[in-house]
């Protein structure tokens, strides 16, 4: 079975909420703490819930980016609309991506699945194709039974 698939995407944009990573980006334990903090912030305060009630579809996504040498974190939908809230509006391009799979019993789990294993397997099997920085993203795309299910998606070039 493969562990990944290469994918043509069209370029699309996710209204973010977001928290600067304070951690050293060698910090996998720091970076893990943070990020499962956030999450666990906006699901209790219910900036989450107001994500969703203006969403396009119901897609949830957990991005990564660099903006102004900082290491950024953000909860984000699809939509055509605003929120106070919301503090980046991030830009995905058009092409090739490397999409992985995956399933988890919540939503954060599987964004760390996905996460730890495409930067720490994935990206290193990958011939042919690069990941050059820009905003990478692990989406939950539905539930299955009980379980999240979804997929990280890394724009690439060739090589």
């Avoid at 219910?46 to 660099?66: P, R, S």
């Avoid at 830009?91 to 919540?106: C, L, N, R």
Wanted: hydrophobic fraction near 35%.
């Amino acid at each position: 079975m493969t562990k990944y698939n290469i994918e043509e995407k069209d370029s699309f944009t996710v209204l973010g909420i977001g928290t600067e990573l304070k951690s050293d980006y060698t910090d996998s334990l720091g970076i893990d703490k943070e990020k499962s903090e956030f999450w666990q912030t906006i699901s209790q305060d219910g900036t989450l819930e107001k994500l969703k009630a203006i969403a396009t579809n119901d897609y949830i996504f957990a991005v990564n980016e660099a903006v102004n040498n900082k290491m950024m974190h953000y909860a984000g939908v699809m939509t055509k609309s605003s929120l106070p809230e919301a503090i980046r509006n991030i830009q995905f391009p058009e092409g090739e991506y490397i999409v992985v799979k995956g399933e988890a019993s919540t939503a954060y789990e599987l964004f760390k699945k996905l996460t730890d294993l495409t930067f720490g397997e994935i990206l290193y099997e990958v011939e042919s194709y690069a990941y050059v920085g820009g905003p990478n993203t692990a989406v939950v795309t539905g539930k299955k039974d009980s379980l999240f299910t979804g997929e990280m998606w890394i724009p690439v070039v060739r090589i």
